[in-house]
């Protein structure tokens, strides 16, 4: 079973960066592709980014041109660089996994993941 645990949340001002990190235990982190995901108040968790196994990447276009998903199977972690921050980023992120059999595949949905982190705060103000 993997074990994931997200760092790297907090304050920060809009047109700020931070950056995620997802950390993996369990096994092999290469076969799993990773997903980051948010939850705001009163809304529904929705797919910011993913990652699959080969590196392919997927934005939702909110995040396009300012959010950058990549992953080290070295260092069984996988990031979230996020800059120019806005306010309507502020959230709370997920990092999930879910084992692929599948080099290409990018995970789009919640329901999709096998394995989720506790999530960390990401605050944007104005």
């Known amino acids: 079973q993997v074990q994931l645990e997200e760092s790297g949340g907090g304050l920060v001002q809009a047109g700020g960066s931070l950056r995620l990190s997802c950390a993996a235990s369990?096994?092999?982190?290469?076969?799993?592709?990773m997903g980051w995901f948010r939850q705001a108040p009163g809304k529904e968790r929705d797919i910011v980014a993913a990652?699959?196994?080969?590196?392919?990447?997927y934005y939702v276009d909110s995040v396009k041109g300012r959010f950058i998903i990549s992953r080290d199977n070295t260092k069984n972690t996988a990031y979230l660089q996020m800059n120019n921050l806005k306010p309507e980023d502020t959230a709370v992120y997920y990092c999930?996994?879910?084992?692929?059999?599948?080099?290409?595949?990018?995970?789009?949905?919640?329901?999709?993941?096998?394995?989720w982190g506790q999530g960390t705060q990401v605050t944007v103000s104005s």
């Open positions: 990652i699959s196994r080969n590196s392919k990447a």
């Open positions: 999930a996994a879910v084992e692929s059999v599948g080099l290409y595949y990018t995970p789009l949905l919640p329901g999709a993941m096998e394995y």
């Open positions: 369990g096994p092999t982190f290469s076969g799993y592709a």
